[in-house]
């Protein structure tokens, strides 16, 4: 079971994989967010046409906003690997962090927080 040292907020390195590419990026892991959240340059990297791709209601803390929905080829965090990973694309300049996962990776593992013991473990979840 993959465990990790805590440090708030909690980013951890990910490795999002497209068509043409594959990215080690530095993540915010949110519990909040719907989906998994990629900046355009790098989905332009990973060889995505955010522009040609359906587009999603989002809900940012600066109002609602719509995004490219990709779902990327993979994504693995820890060691833990899912594919078909649905994904939105925005400006993530002015953030300071290269990628957030959300629900739509987190749903398929089971999470623990231990804030005394400041450590983050994951599983996956039985079928």
Same mark, same amino acid.
Do not use: N
């Given at each position: 079971m993959?465990?990790v040292?805590?440090e708030?907020?909690l980013s951890?390195?990910?490795t999002v994989?497209?068509p043409?590419? =594959?990215r080690? !990026?530095?993540? /915010?892991?949110? %519990?909040?967010?719907?989906?998994m $959240?990629?900046?355009?340059? @790098?989905?332009?990297?990973?060889g995505?046409?955010p522009w040609?791709?359906?587009?999603?209601?989002?809900g940012?803390?600066?109002g609602?906003?719509?995004?490219?929905?990709?779902?990327?080829d =993979?994504v693995g !965090?820890?060691g /833990?690997?899912? %594919?078909?990973?649905?994904?939105? $694309?925005?400006?993530?300049? @002015?953030v300071?962090?290269?990628?957030?996962?959300g629900?739509?990776?987190?749903?398929?593992?089971?999470m623990?927080?231990?804030p005394e013991?400041?450590t983050?473990e994951?599983?996956?979840? =039985?079928?």
């Amino acid at each position: 079971m993959p465990r990790v040292r805590l440090e708030i907020p909690l980013s951890l390195p990910v490795t999002v994989c497209g068509p043409k590419a =594959s990215r080690d !990026l530095e993540a /915010l892991i949110d %519990t909040g967010a719907t989906y998994m $959240v990629i900046s355009w340059e @790098d989905a332009i990297r990973l060889g995505y046409e955010p522009w040609r791709a359906p587009t999603v209601q989002v809900g940012p803390a600066g109002g609602i906003m719509d995004a490219p929905l990709l779902k990327v080829d =993979s994504v693995g !965090l820890l060691g /833990l690997r899912r %594919t078909k990973v649905e994904t939105i $694309v925005k400006d993530l300049t @002015d953030v300071g962090i290269a990628a957030v996962v959300g629900w739509s990776f987190l749903r398929y593992f089971r999470m623990t927080f231990d804030p005394e013991a400041m450590t983050f473990e994951i599983t996956e979840l =039985s079928a």
